[in-house]
């Protein structure tokens, strides 16, 4: 368990009654881009778990295989096939590994970037309670007004049909005229909007 989450609200009483008021929240897009339904009910209670240890300031988190398997009701192989389900996805990454052979993880949030219905890339990053609002609020910045993103914890993953160029430092592909918004000032701006973000990514970050 984390030794910095925020403690629960406690309600005094005769019986000193306590409750943990504290919350998780859940990015919408995760449901709508089908990503739940690919990673299935399994690895998503296994990472609503990871996330649910993580700590505040780090985002790191690491209980072990019986404590997940405690919280979902799994396996401890289900819940080890989950994990390996969530690293694939990106939902998920070891940050290390300890000399007890125990693991510590840190969730990851995947934010598509679309112009239209068509997905142009994915900002993966990782989930920290204490900085994740500002997170989102420099991914939002940078694809509205073209900034640098300064987050080292920060990936790139080209949507299909795209490519990431490293040496010219844009996303390149074709987008067919049927996937446009009916508004051009709309996919233009949308267009120049991501590959500004992608192109000020800082140097020697992984696409």
Same mark, same amino acid.
């Given at each position: 368990?984390?030794?910095? #989450?925020?403690?629960?609200?406690?309600?005094?009483?005769?019986?000193?009654?306590?409750?943990?008021?504290?919350?998780?929240?859940?990015?919408?897009?995760?449901?709508?881009?089908?990503?739940?339904?690919?990673? =299935?009910?399994?690895?998503?209670?296994?990472?609503?778990?990871?996330? @649910?240890?993580?700590?505040? @300031?780090?985002?790191?988190?690491?209980?072990?295989?019986?404590?997940?398997?405690?919280?979902?009701?799994? @396996?401890? !192989?289900?819940?080890?096939?989950?994990?390996?389900?969530?690293?694939d996805a990106?939902?998920?990454?070891?940050?290390?590994?300890?000399?007890? =052979?125990?693991?510590?993880?840190?969730?990851?949030?995947?934010?598509?970037?679309?112009?239209?219905?068509?997905?142009?890339?994915?900002?993966v990053i990782?989930?920290?309670?204490?900085?994740?609002? =500002?997170?989102? #609020?420099?991914?939002?910045?940078?694809? #509205?007004?073209?900034?640098?993103?300064?987050?080292?914890?920060?990936?790139?993953?080209?949507?299909? =049909?795209?490519?990431?160029?490293?040496?010219?430092?844009?996303l390149k592909?074709?987008?067919?005229?049927?996937?446009?918004?009916?508004?051009?000032?709309?996919?233009?701006?949308?267009?120049?909007?991501? #590959?500004?973000?992608?192109?000020?990514?800082? !140097?020697?970050?992984?696409?």
């Open positions: 368990m984390s030794n910095n #989450r925020r403690p629960p609200t406690t309600i005094e009483g005769r019986g000193m009654a306590r409750i943990d008021a504290s919350f998780s929240t859940l990015q919408r897009d995760l449901f709508e881009s089908g990503l739940a339904a690919t990673i =299935g009910a399994n690895a998503f209670a296994v990472w609503c778990g990871i996330k @649910s240890h993580a700590d505040y @300031s780090t985002g790191k988190a690491w209980p072990g295989s019986r404590r997940l398997a405690e919280l979902t009701g799994l @396996s401890k !192989p289900t819940v080890l096939a989950a994990i390996h389900t969530l690293i990106m939902l998920l990454r070891v940050d290390k590994t300890r000399p007890s =052979g125990g693991r510590t993880y840190v969730a990851r949030e995947r934010l598509d970037v679309r112009l239209g219905e068509r997905v142009l890339c994915t900002v990782d989930y920290v309670p204490a900085k994740l609002r =500002g997170q989102l #609020r420099a991914v939002e910045e940078a694809l #509205r007004g073209g900034s640098r993103i300064e987050d080292a914890a920060v990936d790139i993953i080209p949507g299909p =049909g795209m490519v990431w160029d490293a040496a010219a430092g844009v592909g074709t987008v067919a005229p049927a996937d446009l918004p009916a508004d051009p000032d709309a996919a233009r701006v949308g267009i120049e909007q991501a #590959r500004k973000a992608l192109k000020n990514r800082p !140097p020697g970050q992984p696409a």
